[in-house]
């Protein structure tokens, strides 16, 4: 599950002079609460707020339309997220998540950086921000974002979070997102791999050809949504012995090398599932 933060170009023949959308990726199963924080140069090592506000779990979220110049701002950035919970209140909650970012001088003008996004079908530079719940930190940290991580702006960027937390769901019915043209995400696939949703009969069918029949449905779904960047395939096997989940995860490595592999959400499918996101750029067998 990842958290990304998309530069795309309107003209990728202009990276140096056109417009450019800013966009937060909430690749997640919760909503978001969030806050960028631009580093400043400068000795009391305080930020300035980019923006806050909140995303929905699986969708992208424009945050602005900017000229290639004024992406300088962007070159040194400091996120945090909260994630809301949903549903069951006893769901223990998730974790803070603060990425620290430098991403270079000039970054915005180096083509090869645009050539395969996942979550658009056109270019677009697609920075991780976290990736599993887990923000992304810089090798060797810098003292100076470190404190700008902790305290100065950041700390009223948080508490304007936290203060948003009660209130921001309340408030959402009555208030709809004006953000111009928000794109949403590819929704996830669900695929039921029990036999007896996939066949209205199994009477002469032995333990082996309902296995053969149900990797068919997984080779067949997979074909058909191939072309399809960063398409989540949910398949439901159950837990039982494992049997169907090992055939499908071997399949999955054998015939459609580079496709990812993961659980599902525990919180829904209590390891019984998995999911295998699609990335057309690796050839299948």
């Not at 000039?106 to 719940?133: I, N, T």
């Not at 304007?160 to 794109?183: G, I, M, Q």
């Not at 695929?191 to 449905?217: E, F, K, P, R, Y």
Request: with cysteine; aromatic share 6%.
């Amino acid at each position: 599950m990842y958290i990304v933060l998309s530069f795309e170009p309107h003209d990728s023949r202009r990276l140096s002079t056109g417009d450019f959308s800013v966009s937060l990726i909430n690749d997640t199963d919760s909503d978001l609460l969030f806050s960028f924080i631009s580093a400043e140069e400068g000795a009391d090592n305080r930020g300035t707020l980019l923006h806050t506000g909140q995303v929905e779990a699986g969708t992208s979220l424009t945050l602005e339309v900017v000229k290639a110049r004024n992406l300088v701002r962007w070159q040194k950035i400091v996120f945090f997220g909260i994630h809301s919970i949903k549903g069951n209140l006893s769901t223990d909650p998730l974790p803070p998540v603060t990425a620290i970012l430098d991403l270079g001088t000039g970054f915005w003008r180096r083509e090869q950086e645009y050539q395969h996004p996942l979550y658009s079908d056109r270019p677009a530079m697609e920075v991780e921000l976290a990736k599993d719940g887990e923000g992304i930190r810089p090798d060797r940290p810098d003292p100076r974002r470190l404190k700008l991580a902790m305290g100065g702006a950041p700390d009223s960027a948080m508490q304007e979070l936290l203060a948003k937390y009660s209130s921001d769901r309340r408030l959402k019915k009555n208030h709809p997102s004006s953000t111009v043209n928000p794109t949403k995400l590819l929704p996830p696939i669900e695929i039921d791999l029990h036999i007896g949703a996939l066949l209205d009969s199994t009477v002469g069918m032995s333990n082996t050809d309902m296995l053969l029949h149900q990797l068919d449905t997984v080779r067949t779904t997979l074909k058909e949504h191939c072309r399809r960047a960063g398409q989540k395939i949910i398949f439901i096997h159950g837990k039982g012995e494992g049997v169907l989940r090992k055939a499908l995860h071997d399949l999955v490595r054998r015939e459609f090398r580079g496709y990812e592999l993961q659980d599902a959400s525990f919180v829904r499918f209590g390891f019984g599932a998995t999911m295998v996101i699609i990335h057309p750029s690796n050839k299948t067998s």
